[in-house]
């Protein structure tokens, strides 16, 4: 696949990149690429932008007529779907999920959008449990992070996949749109509501958890799940959260405290970099070097 840009201009002078989203100071991306960009000996930067709800538009007219200031994005919450719907080309999983979680600048000034969350998350389920069977599956949220997670159980093997949201209608609007771009294979699907008995059953079924919203963010003390749903899981499953900071959320206490398997989001984290370093450069990341920037956060 070829790049966007050039990772050595001829110039010398180098881009912009950042991670967009609202809150964003907390994010861990931009000492991930720069550390990259360092290993590549390269002269972009990437840098932390905070972008208001709604204002993603705005901000990208913006940076359109920047003229070549600006490389391209990576894209958080809670922009993901307008990211998509932003951009004049989508690659096809960005295409099929209806979200974006990057952006790159083509050099016409066109915003090509790509998911490589779904990518990120299945490589995270496959290292760490093999599916079974008939298995099901509870995700956590009803955004575009939660449209990357379905996507990614599907293809990982889950038999059933429970949406669970605040507003049931957002969890089953998500699995309606979902359905045309999850084939023939796809499993029994289903939505509920975040709090109450509903997600207790789907807690006391489910064999994998995926958190994709910010709770837990910015209070570690946060659940998405209350004790009371904890209480009828089996013990034996994975609990996957997409939150990385902090990296021991409330939720993936209360799962190791049942007997799961607890996964934090940052190899997600690296893994969707990767993705993005391959859209707009066309060749491979120094992930050690991003793992190693990591370990030293």
Same mark, same amino acid.
Request: with cysteine; aromatic share 6%.
């Given at each position: 696949?070829?790049? %966007?840009?050039?990772?050595?201009?001829?110039?010398?002078e180098?881009?912009?990149?950042?991670?967009?989203?609202?809150?964003?100071?907390?994010s861990?991306?931009?000492?991930?690429?720069?550390?990259?960009?360092?290993?590549?000996?390269?002269?972009?930067?990437?840098?932390?932008?905070?972008?208001p709800?709604?204002?993603?538009?705005?901000?990208?007219?913006?940076?359109?007529?920047?003229?070549?200031?600006w490389?391209?994005?990576?894209?958080?919450?809670?922009?993901?779907?307008?990211?998509?719907?932003?951009?004049?080309?989508?690659?096809?999983?960005?295409?099929?999920?209806?979200?974006?979680?990057?952006?790159?600048?083509?050099p016409?000034?066109?915003?090509?959008?790509?998911?490589?969350?779904?990518?990120?998350?299945?490589?995270?389920?496959?290292?760490?449990?093999?599916?079974?069977?008939?298995?099901?599956?509870?995700v %956590?949220g009803?955004?575009?992070?939660?449209?990357?997670?379905?996507?990614?159980?599907?293809?990982?093997?889950?038999?059933?996949v429970?949406?669970?949201?605040r507003?049931?209608?957002?969890?089953?609007?998500?699995?309606?749109?979902?359905?045309p771009?999850?084939?023939?294979?796809?499993?029994?699907?289903?939505?509920?509501?975040?709090?109450?008995?509903?997600?207790?059953?789907?807690?006391?079924?489910?064999?994998?958890?995926?958190?994709?919203?910010?709770?837990?963010?910015?209070d570690?003390?946060?659940?998405?799940l209350?004790?009371?749903?904890?209480a009828?899981?089996?013990?034996?499953?994975?609990?996957?959260?997409?939150?990385?900071?902090?990296?021991?959320?409330? %939720?993936?206490?209360?799962?190791?405290?049942?007997?799961?398997?607890?996964?934090?989001?940052?190899?997600?984290?690296?893994?969707?970099?990767?993705?993005s370093?391959?859209?707009?450069?066309?060749e491979?990341?120094?992930?050690?070097?991003?793992?190693?920037?990591?370990?030293?956060?």
């Open positions: 696949m070829n790049g %966007l840009i050039p990772l050595h201009p001829e110039s010398g180098g881009c912009r990149f950042a991670v967009l989203g609202w809150p964003v100071a907390h861990l991306s931009p000492r991930l690429h720069n550390a990259a960009f360092r290993a590549a000996g390269s002269p972009h930067t990437y840098e932390a932008v905070a972008v709800p709604g204002a993603l538009f705005a901000f990208l007219a913006e940076v359109r007529s920047s003229r070549g200031a490389g391209g994005f990576n894209v958080t919450l809670p922009h993901k779907t307008d990211a998509r719907q932003a951009a004049e080309e989508a690659r096809p999983a960005a295409a099929a999920l209806g979200a974006a979680n990057v952006l790159g600048l083509a016409d000034g066109r915003l090509v959008a790509d998911n490589t969350d779904a990518a990120a998350a299945l490589h995270v389920l496959r290292e760490r449990r093999e599916p079974r069977r008939g298995e099901a599956a509870l %956590l009803a955004g575009g992070a939660a449209r990357a997670a379905v996507w990614a159980l599907v293809h990982w093997g889950a038999g059933r429970t949406v669970a949201a507003d049931v209608s957002k969890a089953r609007a998500l699995l309606e749109e979902l359905r771009a999850l084939g023939a294979e796809c499993p029994e699907l289903e939505a509920a509501a975040w709090q109450g008995e509903a997600v207790a059953r789907a807690v006391a079924v489910a064999r994998v958890i995926v958190h994709a919203t910010p709770v837990g963010l910015a570690p003390d946060a659940s998405p209350t004790g009371d749903a904890w009828a899981a089996r013990p034996g499953g994975l609990c996957f959260d997409m939150v990385y900071s902090p990296r021991r959320t409330r %939720l993936l206490r209360q799962a190791e405290a049942a007997g799961w398997t607890a996964v934090d989001g940052l190899e997600m984290l690296v893994r969707q970099a990767s993705l370093w391959e859209l707009w450069f066309g491979p990341a120094p992930e050690a070097a991003m793992r190693a920037a990591l370990r030293e956060a």
